[in-house]
Nanobody, 122 residues
Framework: QVQLVESGGGSVQAGGSLRLSCAASGQTYSSFCMNWFRQAPGKERERLAGIDSNANTDYADSVKGRFTISQDNAKNILYLQMNSLKPEDTAMYYC????????????????WGQGTQVTVSS
């Protein structure tokens, strides 16, 4: 099991930046692949970025080049650096873990944080 707690959300003007953090307790990041999702009111949940135990990353096209996922394995903290924010980035952002086996992410997003709100004004 892993417990996830996000922080760092807030309100920012378009073009600004925020860095989200996700602190994990329980099992270590080496047992999991880590992801960031978001969900805006009335919209489907969207997977934004993922990072595996080898620090390989992937991004949704909507955030590629603007957002960066990273993790501090020593501190068990996951980050999402968000630059050039747009009003359409307004959403609740979630840190999510899926189990990894032999370096392969399961894609079963079982463990979710409580979310942190990001609001971008124009």
């Amino acid at each position: 099991q892993v417990q996830l707690v996000e922080s760092g959300g807030g309100s920012v003007q378009a073009g600004g930046s925020l860095r989200l953090s996700c602190a994990a307790s329980g099992q270590t990041y080496s047992s999991f692949c880590m992801n960031w999702f978001r969900q805006a009111p009335g919209k489907e949940r969207e997977r934004l970025a993922g990072i595996d135990s080898n620090a390989n990353t992937d991004y949704a096209d909507s955030v590629k080049g603007r957002f960066t996922i990273s993790q501090d394995n020593a501190k068990n903290i996951l980050y999402l650096q968000m630059n050039s924010l747009k009003p359409e980035d307004t959403a609740m952002y979630y840190c999510v873990a899926d189990r990894a086996a032999y370096g392969v992410c399961s894609g079963v997003y079982r463990y979710w944080g409580q979310g942190t709100q990001v609001t971008v004004s124009s």
